[in-house]
Nanobody, 126 residues
Framework: VQLVESGGGLVQAGGSLRLSCAASRRTFTSYAMGWFRQAAGKERELVAAINWSGDSTYYADSVKGRFTISRDNAKNTMALQMNSLKPEDTAVYYC????????????????????WGQGTLVTVSS
């Protein structure tokens, strides 16, 4: 599966952005999906994950209540709605896919997931 992110940009603190991830394969429903981010000088971290049907989601503590992950299996897309953005949310955001939801949620290695997008930069100014 190939993944392409869009929707990044520059926003002021307190603002909102919506990231999208488009998947190339018709077997999109075979994949659990996740949003990861990597800030300058820091390790990549999981932000949110969603299983193939969308009825199970996971959020990092730092984004709970502010970010919402969703997917549209009919359109092979996934989204991350980001509200109340903070300067510490500044990072390159990546979408990723793997057949196993547990792998998306628990993996600490980029190589453990089946596919990654190229990333989209989100910059939150104070």
């Amino acid at each position: 599966v190939q993944l392409v992110e869009s929707g990044g940009g520059l926003v002021q603190a307190g603002g909102s952005l919506r990231l999208s991830c488009a998947a190339s394969r018709r077997t999109f429903t075979s994949y659990a999906m996740g949003w990861f981010r990597q800030a300058a000088g820091k390790e990549r971290e999981l932000v949110a994950a969603i299983n193939w049907s969308g009825d199970s989601t996971y959020y990092a503590d730092s984004v709970k209540g502010r970010f919402t992950i969703s997917r549209d299996n009919a359109k092979n897309t996934m989204a991350l709605q980001m509200n109340s953005l903070k300067p510490e949310d500044t990072a390159v955001y990546y979408c990723a896919a793997d057949p196993e939801y547990i792998v998306v949620v628990t993996s600490t290695s980029k190589n453990a997931l089946d596919a990654w997008g190229q990333g989209t930069l989100v910059t939150v100014s104070s």
